[in-house]
């Protein structure tokens, strides 16, 4: 049986717990030597997820920008870049995003529902398996597994991260906590409602807590719970 990946979930949020605000512009949550550690963990992963909404709103292209840490990713027998992941049930994806036009492989995890439609709009951009009747994360991360992924990067949005705290399938929390408040209750949370494993008196383990400028970053293991 293959072995689940070791997930990482990693956002940039305001001290109100916001990751944007309401405006059409994307909020810039986080500074120049922070956009750096992400791109290493980045190069540290075998496979980068975002949701599709996600993917639709930021259009992120979602690679390895270090050409340094892409040649060592090389020089260690790796791909240039990680697998890139989305998870969509409805299959509304563009083939005009630039998540499909850069880096390496991708793979869309969808439904049986629309595993078709993903097809007939990707054609060759990427690779397209369906999990079953309803998307299972841990449907997900065995599909993952059995790909050789060990280390998967989860970067949003709010609904993903939600779910992977809820089904308790977040082995670390990567939080970069910029010094904004954003206050707009329509904006994107990176945490939103649902029953969390242990409930509200269940203490994380944190295992790192760094400035890095006038970003306060801060690594929990989720999973390592005490009442």
């Not at 922070?34 to 290493?40: I, S």
């Not at 996600?54 to 791909?79: F, I, W, Y």
């Not at 949005?157 to 929390?173: C, K, P, R």
């Amino acid at each position: 049986m293959s072995t689940r990946p070791y997930v990482i979930l990693s956002a940039a949020m305001s001290v109100d717990g916001y990751l944007d605000d309401a405006s059409p512009d994307r909020l810039r949550l986080s500074n120049e030597p922070d956009f750096d550690r992400v791109d290493q963990v980045r190069a540290e992963s075998d496979a980068i997820l975002i949701g599709a909404n996600t993917m639709r709103l930021d259009n992120p292209r979602l690679l390895v920008n270090s050409a340094e840490r892409r040649a060592q990713r090389v020089a260690d027998g790796k791909p240039e870049y990680p697998l890139k992941v989305t998870v969509t049930r409805t299959g509304d994806l563009s083939a005009d995003l630039k998540f499909w036009h850069y880096g390496g492989d991708k793979l869309v995890v969808t439904v049986d529902s629309a595993v078709e439609k993903v097809r007939a709009t990707l054609k060759e951009l990427a690779d397209v398996v369906s999990v079953g009747r309803e998307l299972d994360w841990g449907l997900v991360l065995d599909e993952l597994g059995r790909r050789g992924v060990e280390r998967l990067m989860v970067e949003g949005g709010g609904t993903i991260h939600t779910q992977l705290m809820a089904q308790n399938l977040a082995d670390e929390v990567h939080l970069a906590i910029a010094p904004l408040l954003v206050g707009q209750p329509e904006a994107a949370r990176f945490l939103m409602t649902a029953h969390y494993p242990g409930g509200s008196t269940a203490r994380m383990k944190v295992l790192e807590v760094r400035a890095i400028g006038d970003i306060v970053f801060v690594r929990y293991a989720p999973k390592e719970r005490t009442a």
